[in-house]
């Protein structure tokens, strides 16, 4: 049984609230149920908790206010371990002098204070504000709502102690407000709402960790460390929405699952993987149908997107857009074919997976395990008729042929292939023995391509970087002027404190020409190629950045983070 201290029972006794054995027992529920004391108290005394929480910070000589209506430093909130903000149920508020004030609903949480000077190694003072404010807080800037976490704690109805159990429970039999399935459904909400295109959740010893990649970058949403005991049934509840054995833990699963949000369609591709603290589930979002950007939506200039448009609307030819992965290619491609579909042009696509669907072209899941891949399909396209040919990656000799045969053959083929820039993509054809006189005349033109996070336009603010340093970069610092600085991130409440929002491409445009054709045939280095195409006008991935980052679109770091493995190859 849980004791009360006479210090408890005389606060206590100030604000109305007389000790006797139904308090006793009060006092015991909030412990066993790890509920703020005073909105408990609150709960079983017919009292507000604001109301309550006002008498208990007079009575404690504190602050009492409400989070809806205080401005919360951002930049306070690097300063403090997530875990501890959601293991205390508080949150940093402000800087007063030396000390950090701390916003908390239950002021008689053991060692509060201490464990979270020993957190922040400052001085810390609380102020009380509602319940209810703190999680509202925490949501606004961690992401999932901490509200969601409450019910499941406090939810009687599943044993959440007993793992055993839950798998024997049919979970998609349980009802919609359970909390197990309002916390996973608010999870994906979460990715949709914030635009993230991978969520990765992860057992570790001590906690469950939970993952969002968002604008390309992972950014991890703070958990209590009670989530952990929710594991086995948020991980059971994924696997029976995407129609995998729940029993099986031993192996990797693939599935799947279908879901509406507002309207949208959107393909969930599960992936699960065991691992020394369980099963780590990987969820890939994909937007069927909607979110189908255009070729003005993928951060071109007005030269660039003229080219580039030249270029996907010969009759016949390769064009090819390079880079690593998670670097935009797909989504290029896409943009491409949306620019060219029309009705007298019949458009075939092979794809792995399909990751928008369009209307009027003809698209191919990829099934390997059934002998459906890339260079088997393009063999069944060329019986089809078809104009134009969209290929989702050229992986190996086999494909790279029957993709040049189609191009020489009156087809306009599009791909994708993993090299670092628009020269290298030609000896990287090469080197897969294709012959150099095929490559000069069946490719019209390459595309490397990068994507920046791009600058959150609430928050930006111009930067004050040493000139000397750009220069040493290649910026061109003669084109920054007051009346046209560059910026840096900042972080506010729109772009949750990063300093950045959605992202755009920086790209490196390399055209077949006459001049690069010879040196193609001669069997010429990537270097000996990109010095041609440079005397001929191009830019590189980082000339290109930098006009975004003079443009305001983005920062120059972003731009040296995802050009550094170009520019080390170059040197």
Sequence with gaps: MLKT????????????????????????????????????????????????LQSLATAMQLPFERLKEIEIETDILDRVPPKAIFQFNTIPIRQ????????????????????????????VRLLLSPHEDINEAARKFYGVGAETLDQM??????????????????LSDLDQE?????????????????????????????????RYRIDGVLRETPMPPQLKRFQSS?????????????????????????IRIRGEEIDVRVSTMPTVYGESVSLRLLMRGGGLITMSDLGLNDHDSQMLTRMITRPHGILLVTGPTGSGKSTSLYAWLHTINSIDKRIMSAEDPIEYEMAGVNQVQMRPEIGLNFSSALRTFLRQDPDVIMVGEIRDRE???????????????????????????????????????????????????????????????PANIDHNILADHGFPTEKITPENPIYEAVGCDECRGTGYRGRSGIFEILPITDEIRPLIVANATASSIKQAALANGMKTLRQDGWEKVLSGVTTV???????????????
């Excluded at 007063?96 to 916003?103: G, H, K, Q």
């Design 96 to 123: 007063e002098n030396n000390t950090l004030l701390f916003a908390t609903a239950d002021p008689f949480t053991p060692g509060l204070i201490d464990a979270l000077q020993l957190a922040t190694a400052t001085r």
């Design 153 to 170: 704690m406090e939810n009687n109805s599943i044993d959440l102690d007993s793992e055993d159990d839950l798998l024997k429970q049919d």
């Design 234 to 258: 948020v991980i059971s509840r994924i696997k029976v929405m995407a129609n995998m054995d729940i029993a099986e833990k031993r192996l990797p699963q693939d599935g799947r699952i279908s």
């Design 557 to 571: 770091d972003e731009i040296l983070r995802v050009t550094e493995e170009v520019e080390i190859e170059d040197d």
């Design 399 to 461: 494909t790279a042929e029957i993709s040049i045969r189609a191009a020489l053959t009156g087809h306009l083929v599009f791909s994708t292939i993993h090299t670092n820039d628009s020269a290298s993509t030609v000896t990287r054809l090469l080197d897969m023995g294709i012959e150099p006189f095929l490559v000069s005349s069946s490719v019209e033109g390459i595309v490397a391509q990068r994507l920046v996070r791009g600058l959150c336009t609430a928050c930006r603010r």
């Design 5 to 52: 201290n006479d210090h408890l029972v005389k606060l206590l006794e100030q604000i109305g609230i007389e000790p006797n054995e139904q308090l006793q027992i009060t006092l015991q529920e909030s412990h066993n149920q790890d509920r703020p004391l005073p909105a408990f108290l609150a709960e079983h005394h017919n009292r507000k908790e604001e109301e309550l």
């Design 178 to 210: 359970a909390s197990v399935v309002k916390f996973v459904n608010q999870v994906i909400w979460e990715a949709y709402k914030d635009r993230a295109t991978d969520i990765h959740i992860e057992p570790m010893e001590t906690d469950l960790r939970i």
